[in-house]
């Protein structure tokens, strides 16, 4: 979830990504502050808030859905590490399931209000 009218969710390809902007002048960015995305295929999913400068300063998040597969017992991390698949020179990058996917895009987005206050 995240203030409607002070942020947006903007899908974007990789490299729109990596530039913080968009080049498709049609899309249309979701403003409903509690935006729901269906993830029904593999693959990458770029997502940026194209409100001011808030991507360059690291709103934005890449998903990428793997196919789905029987659970894997969660890797080990090392003490004071970030947990894998985070990279905070890029934003946030998870490997995820569809299934997952709900739980972790709202916390990411409640996460990236909490920053952005």
């Known amino acids: 979830m995240y203030t409607s009218?002070?942020?947006?969710?903007?899908?974007?390809?990789?490299?729109?990504f990596q530039k913080c902007a968009s080049s498709n002048a049609s899309a249309k960015p979701m403003t409903s502050g509690n935006d729901v995305i269906t993830l029904a295929t593999p693959g990458k999913k770029w997502y940026i808030c194209n409100i001011a400068d808030h991507c360059s300063k690291g709103m934005k998040l890449v998903i990428t859905v793997s196919e789905a597969e029987a659970p894997a017992p969660a890797p080990a991390t090392v003490p004071g590490s970030p947990p894998p698949g985070i990279s905070a020179a890029s934003g946030i990058?998870?490997?995820?399931?569809?299934?997952k996917y709900t739980v972790w895009m709202l916390a990411a987005l409640a996460l990236s209000k909490m920053v952005m206050a």
């Open 5 to 16: 009218g002070t942020h947006n969710v903007l899908k974007v390809d990789g490299a729109d």
């Open 93 to 99: 990058s998870f490997s995820i399931s569809p299934l």
